[in-house]
């Protein structure tokens, strides 16, 4: 597997706190990652030790191939230098992330530009492209002080893309946004994965992730409790998946050679609606499709019920505290 980041046992304590503990973090490059897990779940440190911002205690991390090892190696200062060609490679919004009010949108760039050591020229061509991608051309001469919090956001994700990153690390980047906010957010991001980057993206927001993710993990208290695609983290603890069918020209014929596919458990008609119960929650409308048509069939609407993310995110975070609320 070709991991953008790769960490094992992964530890940082503030104090007596352990607020990431042995977290085994993978990302696939090329994918959208969402990092999910309730407020102090440990998101914003882990990030911050993956750019080099903070020390962990214990464990390895790997990012983009370039091996860290915080306390042996002598710290992240050390690590920090060393690896000035990876961490150029990768584009990073902390939290809440704010800018000088008094700085014009492509003003910012253009200094963030100069510090990554762009020429006049690239950043000539660069920042237009990015003002335009996170959807600000025409506001980029106003003053960041007049921009909304989604627009200040969206400057942010330009930033961190400026140097063209492999890896794109934002935290929380809807936080705080209305509906709006978040929407326009959300498009960004999913426009900045397609060229081929691999974007790692916090949120405590289950639908958020899972309208932009093709990944997800599940943190809490510093641990995952899950890791994978986001269809089968969605899978994993719902039932059977129930599939309605709407078929026009139905027969005895199409229902007991619907009956008889192995993956399916039981099929009750009513008037010319299948409810048919899958044995398993994997998607196998296709299969079912092929074989209502094959008897001579015709789908008029097909609904699959499986439960989502928030079932899966709420079971597991409740049943590692113990069924009790934090
Ligand atoms: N600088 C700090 N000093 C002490 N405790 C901290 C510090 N930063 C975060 N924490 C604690 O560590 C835990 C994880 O925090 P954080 O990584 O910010 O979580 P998240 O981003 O998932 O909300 C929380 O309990 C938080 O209060
Ligand atoms: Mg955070």
């Not at 069918?245 to 609606?273: F, H, M, R, W, Y």
């Amino acid at each position: 597997m070709d991991l953008a980041i790769e960490t094992n046992g992964l530890t940082k304590k503030y104090g007596s706190l352990t607020a990431v503990n042995k977290l085994d973090l993978k990302v696939q490059r090329n994918t959208i990652h969402g990092f999910l897990g309730p407020n102090g779940a440990g998101k914003t440190t882990t990030m911050k030790i993956l750019v080099g911002l903070l020390k962990p205690n214990e464990g390895t991390v790997k990012v983009l191939g370039q091996e860290l090892h915080g306390s042996k190696n002598g710290g992240v200062l050390k690590w920090f230098y060393e690896q000035a060609d990876s961490r150029l490679s990768i584009g990073y919004m902390p939290e809440l992330p704010k800018f000088p009010k008094h700085l014009k949108g492509a003003e910012l760039l253009d200094i963030y530009g100069q510090m990554y050591g762009m020429t006049q020229q690239q950043r000539k061509e660069q920042i237009p492209k990015l003002v335009e991608l996170v959807g600000l051309k025409g506001r980029e001469n106003d003053l960041i002080g007049k921009y909304s919090k989604g627009m200040q956001q969206r400057i942010g994700i330009a930033q961190t893309l400026l140097n063209n990153p492999e890896l794109v690390i934002l935290d929380e980047p809807s936080l705080g946004l209305d509906p709006v906010g978040m929407v326009e957010v959300r498009e960004v991001v999913k426009e900045i994965a397609k060229e081929g980057r691999t974007v790692l993206v916090s949120s405590h927001l289950l639908f958020e992730v899972e309208q932009i993710c093709t990944h997800v993990t599940i943190i809490n208290r510093g641990t995952a409790l899950v890791s994978d695609t986001l269809q089968n983290v969605s899978g994993l603890l719902s039932g059977p998946a129930m599939l309605h069918v709407e078929v026009a020209k139905i027969s005895n014929t199409i229902v007991n050679a619907v009956k008889k596919l192995p993956c399916v458990t039981s099929v009750v008609q009513t008037g010319d609606t299948l409810r048919i119960q899958m044995e398993t929650h994997e998607d196998m409308r296709a299969q079912v499709s092929q074989e209502i048509t094959r008897s001579g069939g015709i789908i008029v609407a097909m609904s699959q019920k499986t439960s989502n993310l928030e079932d899966v995110f709420i079971q597991l975070v409740s049943k590692d505290q113990g069924g009790k609320p934090q």
